[in-house]
Every structure is written in C-alpha cells, then in structure tokens.
C-alpha cells in the first residue's frame, strides 16, 4: 500500500509540474503570433511607401531634368570660350533686335487695302478731295502714303494730268519699298556673321589641338580632347544662330512682298481712279 500511495503521489506531482510549463510554452506561442502580425504590418507599409516611390520620383524627375538642361547648355557656353562665344551672343541679340523692329514696323504698315482704296474712291467721286487727303494722312503705311502723293497731284492745277500722277505714285511707290526693307541688309551681316563666327572659333580651337600636341609631345586623344571641343561647340552655337535669323528674316521679307502687292493694286486703283475724276487732265 505504501508503493502504491507513492506513485500516485510521484504522477501526481509530475502532472501538475507540466501543466504550468505546457501554459509557458503556450504564452511563448501566442506571444510569438503577435510578433507575427506585428512584423506583417510593417512589411506591408514598407511594400506600400516602396510602391509610391516611383510616382514621387517621376515627379521630381521633369524638374531635375530642366535643371540638367539649362546647366548643361551654361556648361557649353563655357566650355566654348566664354570670351569668344560672348562674340556668337552678341550677333544672336543683335540680329533679333532688327528682326523684331522689322516684324512691328510691318506689322503696323498693314491695311486693308480695298476697303481703303474703296473708301477713297467715295470720296474722290463726292468731290471731296480735301478730305479724302485727310483721310490718307491719318492712316498708316506706304498704300495709304501713296494715295496721298496721287490725291495730291488730282487736287493741284500744274500736276493733275495722267502722266504726272503716275510718275509720282511710281516714284512714291519706290521711296516706300525702301522703307520697308530698311534694317533687312543688318540682318544679313548677322546672318553671315554668326557661322563665320563659329568657323574662326573652329580655326582657332583646332590651333589649340596643336599646341597642345606639342607642348605634350604626343597625339593621344586626351591632348587633343580639348581643343577638338572648343572648335566643335563654337562652329554649332553660330549655325544655330543663323538658323534663328534666317527664320526671321525670311518672314519679313514675306512681309515685305506683301506690301509691295499691296500698293501695287493701289496704284492701278488710284489710275483708275484720278483718270475717271473730271479734275485730272486727260
């Protein structure tokens, strides 16, 4: 009976010694679990800002890139002989400065030629010579300037005869066409300049190469890297801008044989004109 009693006291007590160790290990699981969880959650927040980071990078890249840009063409510059590109820069401003006024002061000059001359003849027809003269004077451009040296001669007593007034619109017509093209010949000089400019810069970064080569002693392309980029950057920088100039000059010469039209289908309306009016001397 003692035995007994014994080992049902020894299984007893080993059964409630496991028990609190089987409760330890089961605390050590769930607190494992949560540990778990807690790193899941992390990691889909990493997964998540990882995700929008391309979005917020293709945002800052435009801006990166314009600053690359705009650095890499100052580096140019530079690079080219600051000095001697100061020279290409200079006919750049120049040469658009001259475009431009030429663009306004045609611009300006531009009418609506049949309506004009319309207008005009109303009043040539009424008798109102006076004002149709007025009318002229306070209108812009060469149409309007030749009206009023042809109205001008039908009103007077020694000049209203046919051949007169033609000789003068033909000779009025010629001073305007110079006016027109005023400025155009700078123009030109920048147009020419601009290239030979980036040819001299050409001639003189490739007399750069050779003294490199020679004060070196060796033609590796490290000695002749650097005179080599002078020349090429001076020759493109004047092509450019004379691409740019041509551009302009080109559309205001365009504008130009606009007006020249235009006043030649005036003059043949104001022929027309001053030959039906009983003022003019047949």
């Not at 149709?132 to 009103?155: E, F, H, M, W």
Request: proline fraction near 2%.
């Amino acid at each position: 009976m003692k035995k007994y009693f014994a080992i049902v006291a020894m299984v007893a007590a080993c059964t409630f010694g496991m028990t609190p160790s089987v409760m330890a290990q089961d605390e050590v699981a769930d607190e494992a679990a949560a540990t778990e969880q807690v790193v899941d959650s992390a990691e889909a927040v990493v997964d998540s800002v990882e995700a929008e980071a391309p979005a917020v990078e293709e945002v800052v890249a435009p801006v990166e890139e314009e600053q690359g840009l705009h650095k890499t063409l100052k580096t140019k510059f530079i690079e080219g002989d600051a000095g001697f590109m100061s020279l290409v820069a200079v006919a750049l401003v120049l040469g658009l400065a001259f475009c431009i006024e030429r663009v306004i002061y045609l611009t300006l000059a531009q009418v609506n030629t049949r309506k004009f001359i319309d207008t005009l003849r109303n009043k040539v027809e009424a008798g109102k010579l006076q004002e149709a003269i007025d009318y002229c004077a306070g209108t812009r451009g060469p149409v309007a300037q030749i009206s009023k040296k042809a109205i001008q001669c039908l009103n007077s007593t020694d000049q209203n005869d046919i051949a007169t007034i033609e000789r003068n619109i033909n000779t009025e017509a010629e001073v305007q066409g110079a006016y027109l093209e005023e400025n155009c010949s700078w123009i030109t000089l920048f147009i020419a300049m601009a290239p030979s400019l980036g040819f001299l810069g050409t001639v003189i970064g490739m007399v750069q190469a050779f003294d490199d080569i020679e004060r070196a002693g060796d033609i590796s392309p490290t000695v002749v890297a650097g005179g080599m980029k002078v020349a090429l950057i001076t020759t493109i920088f004047g092509i450019i801008v004379a691409l740019v100039l041509q551009v302009f000059y080109n559309y205001v010469l365009s504008r130009v044989e606009a007006l020249n039209n235009n006043m030649e289908e005036a003059a043949m309306g104001l022929l027309e004109m001053c030959v039906k009016s009983p003022k003019c001397q047949k």
